[in-house]
């Protein structure tokens, strides 16, 4: 039996149990887990320094070692974000709604965990931790497969979350990390359909789109992000210019950050210099159409790619279109589903950009920046699904559940 | 460009559209198509009678040959069916929460069509409008892929749908049939991921583990049902009788049959004597293990593929257990997490069995019999899901929507 079926069925046993604990059970497993990261905090951070000395030595991004590196602070928030969860309300056990049909059956629908959830995922050590409260918290069972670059500290904490569930006696496969560093153990992983009920990954384009393609195991897709501004005829130009510059520049390598302007023809000439400004003084390029070069020499021209580009840098694409028609079919072409803003005064615009864009998030006259469990008011996220099925937008507790029927009858056939 | 792609395109399209049609333009269309149906009898049946000739001479069994065969009243059925339909309630616009954020921020989330979805079956021509009916009343588009045994009907069906479509000026795109007979066809189709939002089999084992195992667009896997009804030591023997003997026998071809019996070993002895009589009466044969076969000599023994058996035949298997512990995880060892049934008069032992099998429905003291769109008071359904994402259990029109974030601000950023 390969390795990667075994840690599949010792997941299956241990949902079966971590889906009856009860609340009180979770909460104490969660705050054990967060005491003893802490008091772990040398033993983590001497295999995270070997993790960080091994990416130095190959050359590894300066932006993706500060990923990767652990710190004081840092082991404390993970260890506060597990604080977090167990105050969060548990959605598992819920009956979302119960009738009695006029044979007297009683049908209602009750929220159950998933079962077991496969988690993959590139450089931070902290969606270790991450993953393992929330998935915990709903009774699921979760096995983790992060990227090579941080395979030691990856062992030490899930070491640690194990040997601290053991303690007091919860199974440690609650938890459990494949420590098989190969490029095949993903492929292996998602073709598991018999043991993992569904799996999430986290990371780049290239990572998602692998297992889209090759999973046998039902996936939720989440984000990639090329969100879009509208500047309407309508717009009040100092609103559009707070809300381009938040939506671009507030924060540059995260999916909800704006990557693309549409800008009506009738504001064009008035509104691309201020933009213009505005962009420039925050050093952002801006990849401009033809009329959108024509009237600012600082716009270079954009191709085709960029309209549908996810920089997650300081560059932005333009597009002026003739009518709000345009706008929509231009983003609902381009866009990655994901979020979407209008800048209108006008009612009947602002609900038609509402309606008819495709993406999980439509905004009028706010940020895309707001698409966010946390801004959502979740109190925490696993990832912002930018697919239609299950679950759509940002993804908190209630994502990693299903549910079943139960049927309360007194002999009842048909 | 393959065909394919370019009805895929066709159907992204067409799924633009019908998602901002209002309800009544909808019920008019399903109406529409209603009567067309009635009007072009002949002309359906005449398609039908070359499919049915063809099927005979090709050796295909009776039962196959009779569900591919269309009648005058079976295509009343099938008018009546998009009438049924029409009358429902449409999901669609709903927004099922809507929440003022700290900051100011409205976020609604709203049911929305899923957009584009893909149906692949096997031989009975009535799902071909079925499935339209269903997906065009939640403003998706369907792209149909059916058995080959049944092509000229189903080609004569979508011609009389879309017509009718056409005439009251809604895109005939919303139902697209694709008329390529080979099984490459279905592999190509669920690979096209740009274009279709979901696919949803329904048919036999084998067509369901093809789709699952290859496609890369989310699939909604529906259908096989190995349901159990386990005799608790604390169960009313009468009830119990009368719900095996309809779980089995009512209906023996659909998947919410009963197929395996589980009985504690306390009752055994005085328990399978009745249920081997009442079953015997009704031609069942009885395949049980060595407890079961020593207690009655009708019973055959049973192998280890019995007890994961879909038979869909006048067959059950038999298994006698020491505890309900044992019965539950008999049970979910060797389920399909469709429907199982516990017969007791016990509190606790109810409740365990509710909370602990894991199955799309878990009923007390009924037969496994009503999981069913419309016993569950759903009005229609379009199958019943075995998987835990997006949908569990029977699937009416809700399972054909996703939602999306409406974000209405006047100006937030971050």
Do not use: W
């Not at 009856?20 to 772990?40: F, M, P, V, W």
């Not at 077991?116 to 969606?127: F, H």
């Not at 780049?204 to 999973?215: C, F, P, Q, R, Y």
């Amino acid at each position: 039996m390969s390795n990667l079926i075994k840690i599949g069925e010792n997941g299956k046993k241990a949902s079966m149990i971590l889906g009856q604990l009860d609340q009180e059970s979770k909460n104490i497993g969660l705050r054990t887990c967060a005491k003893a990261l802490l008091e772990n905090e040398d033993y983590i951070m001497k295999a995270n320094k070997k993790d960080v000395e091994a990416a130095k030595k190959n050359g590894v991004k300066p932006s993706l070692v500060d990923r990767l590196l652990l710190t004081h602070d840092r082991i404390c928030a993970i260890a506060d974000g597990l604080e977090e969860v167990a105050a969060l309300d548990d959605p598992i056990g819920e009956v979302l709604s119960m009738k009695v049909r006029p044979n007297g059956l009683t049908i209602g629908q009750k929220v159950v965990p998933l079962g077991v959830i496969g988690i993959i995922y590139e450089s931070r050590p902290n969606v270790t931790a991450d993953a393992f409260g929330l998935c915990f918290k709903t009774g699921n069972a979760v096995i983790l497969k992060g990227g090579s670059v941080a395979i030691n500290s990856n062992i030490a904490i899930v070491k640690v979350l194990r040997d601290a569930l053991s303690s007091i006696d919860i199974t440690a496969d609650a938890v459990q990390l494949i420590e098989d560093t190969n490029r095949e153990a993903v492929q292996e992983l998602i073709r598991l359909n018999k043991y993992i009920d569904v799996i999430i990954p986290r990371g780049g384009a290239g990572l998602i789109k692998t297992v889209v393609e090759n999973s046998s195991i039902p996936v939720i897709e989440t984000g990639t992000g090329n969100c879009h501004i509208y500047v309407d005829e309508y717009a009040d130009f100092n609103m559009a210019l707070d809300i381009i510059d938040n939506a671009k520049t507030q924060r540059l390598g995260v999916c909800n950050t704006a990557e693309s302007l549409v800008i009506h023809e009738k504001i064009s000439k008035e509104f691309i210099p201020l933009v213009v400004d505005r962009l420039r003084a925050k050093q952002v390029e801006i990849r401009a159409d033809e009329k959108g070069c024509s009237i600012s020499d600082y716009c270079n021209p954009a191709t085709e790619e960029d309209y549908g580009a996810e920089y997650l840098d300081k560059i932005i694409s333009l597009k002026v279109v003739d009518s709000i028609n345009d706008a929509i079919n231009h983003i609902n072409n381009y866009n990655t589903k994901h979020s979407d803003a209008i800048i209108t005064k006008d009612y009947n615009n602002g609900l038609k950009f509402l309606n008819e864009v495709d993406s999980a998030a439509v905004y009028i006259n706010a940020s895309t920046r707001f698409t966010d469990g946390n801004e959502f008011g979740f109190g925490a996220e696993i990832g912002i699904s930018t697919q239609k099925l299950h679950a759509r937008g940002p993804m908190g507790l209630r994502a990693l559940t299903t549910t079943k029927y139960i049927i309360f009858g007194n002999g009842q056939i048909r």
